[in-house]
């Protein structure tokens, strides 16, 4: 046992200078999906890669892949492992931009997400100009319904969605604010009738969307603060505004959905916005950073990039609303 743990030290002290590279190798197979387009990649050999790898897991004494001829599968200790990973070459090549001064040229990877719908009505629109704009830069763009957890996945920015926002462990800024709107389709409200008020609502067919950032319950609010709480039932209940949405056109209900979802539809008189005095209280719409001191160029590329695109059409959708509830 002595003469092991005197192996495993001198092994160990053998490694750590190549330690960085064979975390870099790990990556660069997970990404490029094989041994033989990492090592093109890193200019080696496809038998330099893999002992790396092999390396890696000795120093570990864990298994990072399972590796058969022609293909390869992360182990959940190697799925962990490799965001690990991320974060730490990450951190390194900061820390060097920021000591050589090269810190001002967006480059590198950046790993960017929102939530799916969100994402499909502010992010997609945008992301070629800015790809064009910074070719440099490799962007990962990732959709989740969920509170992000930055840390774990390392992800550089996540655009996030929710009434409150209470995780601390974030450096966030409010971009701006949305809410949802009801809206059925023309042919629906002759079939069935158009509301007056709330309590209408419970004689009719409601399509509910469920997510993290929204309650169960229809929470409606008013003019003057009013505040309704509805409980509603329905034969669909959707996790995307998008399947409502085809739904709500189909005639198959009344939906309350995020403005940005609909308002297209009802632009074009293919929705009617209905109850216009009543809609979902605020939601706020957040960048949110994992909390260190130092934003790298790519990160800030990114944020100045949604301040300068992102946020004016929120603020524009949001007074459509506005504008056509006064109206009405």
């Not at 209470?166 to 009801?182: A, E, H, P």
């Not at 709500?248 to 959905?257: E, F, H, P, R, T």
């Amino acid at each position: 046992m002595r003469n092991l743990g005197k192996d495993i030290y001198v092994m160990r002290k053998n490694h750590e200078g190549g330690l960085l590279h064979a975390m870099h190798a790990f990556l660069k197979v997970i990404d490029s999906g094989s041994f033989t387009a990492a090592a093109e990649q890193m200019d080696l050999t496809t038998a330099q890669v893999s002992r790396l790898i092999s390396e890696l897991e000795t120093r570990l004494g864990v298994k990072l892949l399972q590796r058969s001829t022609r293909q390869h599968a992360l182990t959940d200790i190697g799925a962990t492992y490799a965001e690990r990973c991320r974060q730490v070459l990450s951190i390194i090549e900061e820390a060097e931009a920021e000591a050589t001064g090269t810190a001002a040229k967006p480059k590198g990877r950046l790993r960017i997400q929102s939530m799916a719908s969100f994402g499909h009505y502010y992010v997609a629109p945008v992301m070629a100009e800015f790809c064009q704009t910074y070719p440099d830069l490799t962007v990962e763009y990732r959709t989740s319904q969920n509170a992000p957890d930055l840390l774990a996945k390392g992800i550089d920015v996540s655009l996030y969605l929710t009434e409150s926002l209470t995780d601390s462990r974030f450096v966030s800024r409010r971009i701006g604010s949305i809410f949802s709107v009801l809206c059925a389709s023309p042919t629906y409200l002759q079939k069935h009738g158009i509301p007056q008020s709330p309590d209408e609502l419970h004689d009719h067919a409601c399509l509910r969307l469920v997510n993290p950032s929204i309650t169960p319950q229809w929470h409606l609010v008013g003019e003057n603060s009013c505040s309704y709480q509805i409980d509603i039932s329905g034969q669909l209940i959707a996790d995307t505004p998008e399947l409502l949405l085809d739904m709500v056109q189909q005639d198959m209900g009344i939906a309350l959905l995020p403005m940005f979802a609909v308002i297209d539809a009802v632009r074009a008189g293919h929705l009617c916005h209905i109850l216009p005095a009543w809609r979902s209280p605020d939601i706020g719409v957040y960048t949110l950073l994992p909390s260190r001191h130092f934003i790298d160029a790519k990160t800030r590329a990114w944020l100045n990039w949604v301040e300068q695109y992102i946020a004016p059409k929120i603020e524009q959708d949001t007074s459509y609303f506005y504008q056509l509830t006064h109206r009405e």
